[in-house]
């Protein structure tokens, strides 16, 4: 998969710099830096509402927002940002992650990451992924419905010191925060558009 992603990437690339090439030549496409309004991810935090549903033989609970990290500290960032949809079925015994990543900045990519409960109580939900990947890292999610939080804890469950896997040999934790990610301003979006 990162594979054929690097090739994405590589050729969106290749394929960017040949249209700068062509329209360098065109004097009408000019565009001054000073004129180009410059687009960022921006957050727009509000509190994190944990849905909670119960009945008799149904529980039921769902969150959203988008993750970020627990840490300060700049190696621990995450690397883009990533919207998330939580839902939890009690009787399926299964939590899933809904995503949406923005990877290498451009590309919009969806994800579901399933997590198996081990865990629940009055006081919230324990659940992990069991894909490990190539690099054996474990995933945890908590959902405190006291504190109304969820975290995840990524964590090496075996030690891998190759060049892939040695960035992940260290536990980190994300925070859901309520609220959304943007790109401010906003990207004009044309669903017509043919490919060009």
């Known amino acids: 998969m990162k594979k054929l992603l690097l090739f994405l990437f590589a050729v969106l690339t290749t394929v960017g710099i040949r249209r700068e090439i062509e329209r360098s030549h065109d004097v009408s496409n000019v565009v001054h830096a ?10 727009t935090e509000i509190p994190l509402t944990l849905g909670r549903l119960e009945a008799r033989n149904w529980k039921y609970v769902t969150a959203q927002g988008f993750w970020q990290s627990t840490s300060t500290s700049k190696d621990k960032q995450l690397l883009s940002p990533i919207a998330v949809k939580i839902s939890c079925d009690g009787g399926e015994k299964i939590c899933r992650e809904a995503d949406a990543t923005v990877e290498f900045g451009a590309i919009l990519s969806p994800g579901l990451i399933e997590y198996e409960i081990s865990t629940w109580t009055d006081a919230g939900i324990v659940a992990d992924d069991t894909d490990e990947g190539h690099c054996g890292i474990g995933h945890r999610l908590a959902i405190d419905f006291k504190s109304n939080s969820v975290t995840v804890t990524d964590y090496p469950k075996k030690m891998d010191n190759s060049k892939l896997c040695k960035a992940f040999q260290e536990a980190n934790s994300y925070a859901l925060h309520g609220g959304q990610v943007m790109l ?10 043919k490919p060009e």
């Open 34 to 43: 000073d004129e180009a309004p410059t687009a960022k991810w921006t957050k």
């Open 184 to 193: 401010y301003p906003a990207a004009k979006w044309d669903a017509l558009a």
